[in-house]
């Protein structure tokens, strides 16, 4: 991402934090597809990816007073929102409901018509597993990297973690997923 994005991201945060509502709705157009990827990858429940989703950017708009860009850039500070969000849900409910899974499998699928829709469903599973059977940590990297599509300096601040050690990482993390879906 240029610096022109991080920049453009901090002067938004900065008209939201004096009360413009034109720099909230441009966030949320920027930034809620990404978000809801991330919520789905880490729920794999279209509802509460919403629901999650929408409270992301709740706490968005309730604690944009505490950004402070002389910290750190705006997208850093969102992502850890998002991502906290995410484990206090986790921590709330403390249990995945399968059902909950084959619920979203059906309802994406329902787009596809007989060999489209049991190829997708097929594969949908494969992702899911393979998601399952890795780290933690490599699951927060595949989120960060690959569907909120950050940085590894963004990434560094959000883990604390060396941007090098992240490239090695994701380099791994690339080869295994690769591996997987041979």
Request: hydrophobic fraction near 35%; glycine fraction near 2%; include cysteine.
């Amino acid at each position: 991402m240029a610096l022109f994005e991080f920049a453009k991201y901090n002067r938004l945060a900065q008209s939201l934090k004096k009360g413009d509502t034109r720099a909230a709705e441009k966030l949320y157009e920027e930034l809620f597809n990404k978000v809801f990827g991330f919520c789905m990858n880490k729920t794999s429940n279209r509802h509460i990816a919403e629901d999650l989703s929408q409270e992301i950017f709740l706490k968005l708009i309730d604690r944009i007073e505490s950004f402070d860009a002389k910290r750190g850039n705006f997208l850093t500070w969102f992502w850890q929102l998002a991502r906290n969000t995410t484990i206090d849900h986790y921590r709330k409910q403390k249990e995945t409901h399968f059902s909950d899974i084959e619920e979203i499998q059906l309802e994406e699928s329902s787009k596809y018509s007989g060999q489209e829709k049991m190829d997708s469903q097929v594969e949908l599973k494969r992702i899911q597993i393979f998601l399952k059977s890795i780290s933690q940590e490599e699951q927060d990297l595949f989120e960060l990297h690959f569907v909120a599509d950050l940085k590894y300096k963004e990434i560094s601040k959000i883990l604390n973690k060396p941007e090098v050690n992240l490239r090695v990482a994701i380099g791994r993390l690339k080869k295994k997923i690769q591996e997987h879906l041979k």
